[in-house]
């Protein structure tokens, strides 16, 4: 019998035995070492914080114009938000998205990013962090909110920009809704 053993159609399995499984990981160990590396760059790394630095100030300042100075122009913008509609594309929706959210509120707003990660290239970068903002929205109710972000950046023309962003909630799978009561480290609150 040979490594790969035709089941049904398009379906393959590797064979039960203890010796294949050994030479295929080891296959794999050698092959991803054959990969070229990657290399972290500090001095990205560095870039993308002043980036999130800049977006920071501009979320509490409520700063349009000054929050889509951190993405990338066109079409190249892709974000999967935790509100409809499941994708919005470009810049420009993208930009009519936010102002919408920043609407909502009176006043400024806080955000704090936790438990940031950065992974950088020279070109290629992404993070992900637990993000808390909190404000008052324009009826006078107080509202806090942790979500969970993960972007996807690009040097382009020489400048980070970011050029996807997931924001999501977990989903309490009983009952079907989002949960918005989460804190990090903690428990949901009484419901």
């Given at each position: 019998?040979?490594l790969?053993?035709?089941l049904?159609?398009?379906l393959?399995?590797?064979?039960a035995?203890p010796?294949?499984h050994?030479?295929?990981l080891i296959?794999i160990?050698?092959a991803?070492?054959a990969?070229?590396?990657t290399a972290?760059s500090?001095?990205s790394e560095?870039?993308?914080?002043?980036l999130?630095?800049r977006l920071?100030?501009a979320i509490r300042?409520?700063?349009?114009?000054?929050?889509m100075?951190v993405?990338?122009?066109g079409?190249?913008?892709v974000?999967f938000?935790?509100v409809?509609?499941l994708a919005t594309?470009g810049?420009?929706?993208y930009?009519?998205n936010y102002?919408?959210?920043?609407d909502?509120y009176?006043?400024?707003?806080?955000?704090e990013?936790r438990?940031?990660?950065?992974?950088?290239?020279?070109?290629?970068?992404?993070?992900?962090?637990?993000?808390?903002?909190?404000?008052?929205?324009k009826?006078?109710?107080k509202?806090?909110?942790?979500?969970r972000?993960?972007?996807?950046?690009?040097?382009?023309?020489?400048?980070?920009?970011?050029?996807h962003d997931h924001?999501?909630v977990?989903?309490?799978?009983?009952?079907?809704k989002a949960?918005?009561?989460?804190?990090?480290?903690?428990?949901?609150q009484?419901r």
């Amino acid at each position: 019998m040979g490594l790969l053993k035709r089941l049904t159609g398009s379906l393959y399995r590797i064979e039960a035995n203890p010796i294949v499984h050994l030479a295929v990981l080891i296959s794999i160990v050698v092959a991803s070492l054959a990969l070229p590396a990657t290399a972290a760059s500090p001095e990205s790394e560095r870039e993308v914080r002043q980036l999130l630095a800049r977006l920071e100030k501009a979320i509490r300042a409520k700063d349009v114009d000054a929050v889509m100075a951190v993405y990338a122009a066109g079409a190249a913008t892709v974000l999967f938000n935790s509100v409809p509609p499941l994708a919005t594309t470009g810049w420009e929706s993208y930009r009519k998205n936010y102002q919408l959210f920043f609407d909502m509120y009176q006043g400024s707003l806080d955000v704090e990013f936790r438990d940031l990660r950065i992974v950088a290239s020279k070109d290629v970068a992404f993070i992900h962090c637990l993000q808390r903002t909190s404000g008052t929205l324009k009826g006078g109710l107080k509202d806090e909110m942790w979500v969970r972000i993960t972007s996807g950046l690009r040097k382009i023309n020489g400048k980070w920009l970011i050029v996807h962003d997931h924001v999501s909630v977990p989903v309490d799978f009983v009952t079907g809704k989002a949960v918005f009561d989460l804190k990090p480290g903690g428990e949901p609150q009484a419901r």
